[in-house]
Nanobody
Framework: QVQLVESGGGLVQAGGSMKLSCEAS????????PAWYRQAPGEERELVAI???????AYADSEKGRFNISRDRARNAIHLQMNSLKPEDTGVYYC?????????????WGKGTQVTVSS
């Protein structure tokens, strides 16, 4: 069964740092277009960072220079290093990947991890 399991959320003070991780289970062959999304209370889910084909990395404007997305192919995992955190970064963070298995491929979402930045 395919699962994306996030870890690393919690409570941090403004100006602090936090690292999120997301690992795909089920022995995938590879994964593509890994991304992190955030959903703030009462808001729609929005893209935070993504690694597109050709290692083309893109960030939302408000995260540029503060967040860093990376991938660990050996562990089928991605990470999001978040620095200089602000209260407006608060929300549930979800990872998303197109996971490739021997039997096929599909887009999968993690269940989310809560990040709370206190002022």
């Amino acid at each position: 069964q395919v699962q994306l399991v996030e870890s690393g959320g919690g409570l941090v003070q403004a100006g602090g740092s936090m690292k999120l991780s997301c690992e795909a289970s089920g022995r995938p062959v590879s994964f593509n277009n890994p991304a992190w999304y955030r959903q703030a209370p009462g808001e729609e889910r929005e893209l935070v960072a993504i690694i597109r084909s050709g290692n083309d990395i893109a960030y939302a404007d408000s995260e540029k220079g503060r967040f860093n997305i990376s991938r660990d192919r050996a562990r089928n995992a991605i990470h999001l290093q978040m620095n200089s955190l602000k209260p407006e970064d608060t929300g549930v963070y979800y990872c998303k990947m197109c996971v490739v298995y021997h039997t096929g491929a599909g887009d999968y979402w993690g269940k989310g991890t809560q990040v709370t930045v206190s002022s």
